[in-house]
């Protein structure tokens, strides 16, 4: 199977396995990015095919992936048979294997036809390195002015190293060369290929044409290393030059090697080749060693200065290209550079985003419970309610008949009608029964089942023939009353908050008009069990107006800023007040102030920033929100939100237009 090519250049991958081609092809195109397109191929002679068929349309074929073994040859042995390839000679080969055989890695080494390996399953990361490395190793090599065409998979490091070694080399090079004579000014009008066709002309007048030799493409000339003995002038053919860098092997442009090998290195002492040498096509040259080129440049006066010229002409074209390179180094720095940097901002902004649509979530599933619990809780709470209803009238109809029934059902009532009594007026009530009536543990017994004066206390039980007995059966009846009462309390504040529960946390998909008096109340109501030894003071203005938005979302406002405040204040006599008021310009002002410990001033401009805190790393703002999502809400509103602190007095002020100021949307 193939890939359709959206690129010039083309990355071929051969396998006889169908699955690892197809992951390797798969891979491969999520990495190129566009770069390069991807074929495959399951045999080698397909694999040759299609290198011949991408070579007749001018494509460059930076990089060829070899399974160990394919339908009709070992991977080896495809390797070697590619490297007769013109199309595939310069391309970066790669064997693939499950685990690689020592025989097949020496093989391939042996011939030179094996740039790197890759382990079968390989990772994303691995696989990412070496087509960055290869990729771009043959780029500098082969086609460096297309190097910005596969930005998206170029090696940074490995572009960088190599030419600042050459431009460092070159630096040198340039100054040695200031110190030679002046006379290479005459060759200024000749081109690069005139001025190396004197030096061959002068060569051959010198010593009466000396011997060529002949090598075929691919012959490796040189080894960065070897001793050099004198140089080599190439007269038909091309060659390039790579440096072997950390074990990978960077090549350079064609441009870089001339056709006058060596002289960089002979003309100093240390005569060691800097660079491999290697043949593109069938190359011809004239080797000549010191000795001939000593004796050339004194039967030729003239082509000491061509060779200067020629030498100094190279160092300029390799700066030059240094100087390209260098340019576009910096430029991908400078991409990669900014890319980070919008990837930065982009992790950014999806992490708030992401917090916000949890908070969203959370709020939501708040709401789905909340409205869950009211509904369970209102049937339980009114069946409750209608059962002390019947206990009223069952006790009423069973007593009726006995002696003193209406006394007895009317202490029922009365308990259960009866608003409680302060500690402080029942003791005053006791101590003046006990002084009418000389005793003060019945006047304690009288008081608490309502009975406060001598007269009440005569009418009730002074002409009874068992007073004691009557005064048990009274306190009984009164304990049922009161019992019916706390009954009849407890249904109606349950009713109560499930309904405060039910605005609290109503969905707010539609903009109403409302009191924001009423939703402090709720808030107020639902955190009665946090305010606990909190004084609570509210100051509410009369002429408050209607304001227009989405009350449950004001709601979590006014939550998060009285349980921070509550959480502020942990000394004695913690006091909290809330003040409602309508502006000058018509507005409504909402004030929540504690006496807590306050905000340190170098944190009042950071406590609206996301996640803020300083309560030992833990965001505890109301059900989880931060001050950043409070102001978002009170914006929406179009309001605004500020916040004065200092030791014992910290006030949230938060103003929001009034419904005839202005309606959100």
Same mark, same amino acid.
């Given at each position: ?103 097949? /890695? ?69 100054? =040695? ?80 090697? *001339?056709?006058?090998? *060596? ?105 789905? /419970?909340?409205? #869950?619990? #009211? ?123 499930? #309904?405060?529960? =039910? ?24 955190? *009665? ?92 703002? *109301? ?43």
């Amino acid at each position: 199977m193939s890939i359709e090519p959206t690129a010039e250049d083309i990355v071929l991958c051969a396998s006889s396995d169908s699955t690892t081609l197809a992951e390797l092809e798969a891979d491969l195109v999520g990495l190129a990015e566009g770069a390069f397109a991807v074929q495959g191929a399951t045999t080698a002679a397909d694999l040759i095919q299609q290198a011949t068929d991408a070579t007749k349309t001018g494509a460059l074929i930076p990089l060829v992936f070899v399974d160990e073994w394919l339908g009709d040859a070992t991977g080896v042995d495809t390797l070697i048979a590619l490297n007769d390839h013109p199309g595939l000679r310069t391309a970066r080969k790669v064997l693939l294997a499950e685990h690689h055989s020592r025989n097949d /890695l020496d093989r391939a080494q042996a011939h030179r036809v094996l740039d790197g390996t890759l382990t079968v399953p390989w990772s994303p990361v691995q696989l990412q390195s070496l087509v960055s490395r290869l990729v771009t190793q043959f780029f500098i090599a082969e086609a460096p002015q297309d190097v910005d065409e596969v930005t998206e998979v170029v090696d940074v490091d490995v572009l960088s190293k190599a030419f600042v070694e050459v431009e460092e080399r070159a630096k040198q090079a340039t100054q =040695r060369l200031e110190r030679l004579q002046r006379s290479f000014l005459d060759d200024r009008s000749l081109s690069d290929d005139e001025v190396e066709a004197l030096v061959i002309e002068e060569i051959d007048r010198a010593l009466d044409n000396p011997p060529r030799t002949t090598v075929p493409a691919g012959t490796r000339i040189l080894s960065a290393g070897d001793e050099v003995d004198g140089i080599r002038v190439v007269v038909d053919g091309r060659v390039h030059l790579t440096l072997d860098v950390e074990g990978r092997s960077i090549g350079f442009h064609a441009r870089t090697a *001339g056709r006058v090998l *060596g002289l960089n290195t002979i003309s100093h002492a240390e005569t060691r080749a800097l660079f491999n040498v290697d043949a593109i096509e069938d190359t011809t040259f004239i080797p000549l060693t010191l000795e001939q080129l000593d004796e050339a440049l004194r039967h030729s006066p003239t082509l000491a200065i061509h060779l200067v010229s020629v030498l100094l002409r190279g160092m300029t074209r390799r700066n030059q290209r240094s100087i390209e390179l260098r340019l576009q180094v910096d430029k991908l720095a400078q991409d990669l550079a900014r890319e980070r940097d919008e990837l930065a901002a982009t992790l950014d902004k999806l992490s708030k985003t992401q917090a916000r649509l949890i908070e969203s979530e959370k709020l939501a599933t708040l709401g789905q /419970l909340a409205a #869950g619990v #009211g509904h369970e809780l209102n049937n339980p709470a009114a069946v409750v309610s209608r059962t002390a209803d019947f206990l009223a009238d069952d006790i009423e109809a069973l007593t009726a008949g006995t002696p003193g029934a209406e006394m007895f059902v009317g202490r029922v009532s009365d308990a259960r009608q009866a608003e409680p009594m302060s500690t402080r007026t029942q003791r005053q009530l006791r101590n003046e029964l006990a002084e009418a009536i000389g005793d003060r543990s019945l006047a304690r017994r009288l008081v608490q089942i309502g009975i406060t004066t001598r007269d009440e206390y005569d009418r009730l039980l002074g002409a009874s023939a068992e007073p004691e007995l009557q005064l048990d059966r009274m306190e009984r009846f009164h304990r049922i009353g009161t019992s019916l009462r706390s009954i009849d309390a407890a249904s109606q504040r349950i009713v109560k908050l499930v #309904g405060s529960l =039910r605005a609290y946390v109503r969905s707010d998909e539609v903009v109403e008009y409302f009191d924001v008096r009423t939703g402090i109340e709720e808030t107020l109501l639902l955190l *009665g069990h946090e305010l606990g030894e909190v004084e609570v003071e509210t100051s509410y203005a009369a002429d408050i107006p209607m304001i227009s938005g989405y009350p449950g979302d004001l709601n979590q406002v006014w939550t998060n800023l009285i349980t921070n405040a509550i959480q502020a204040m942990d000394q004695d006599d913690p006091r909290l007040s809330v003040e409602v008021l309508r502006t000058e310009e018509g507005n409504v002002s909402v004030c929540i102030a504690d006496n807590g410990c306050g905000i340190p001033e170098e944190n009042l401009d950071k406590i609206f920033e996301p996640a803020f805190t300083t309560k030992a790393g833990r965001v505890e703002f *109301g059900l989880g929100l931060g001050l950043q999502i409070v102001k978002d809400i009170v914006v929406r509103h179009n309001g605004s939100i500020t916040v004065e602190s200092e030791p014992g007095h910290t006030c949230f002020r938060v103003v929001l237009p009034s419904a005839t100021n202005g309606e959100i949307e």
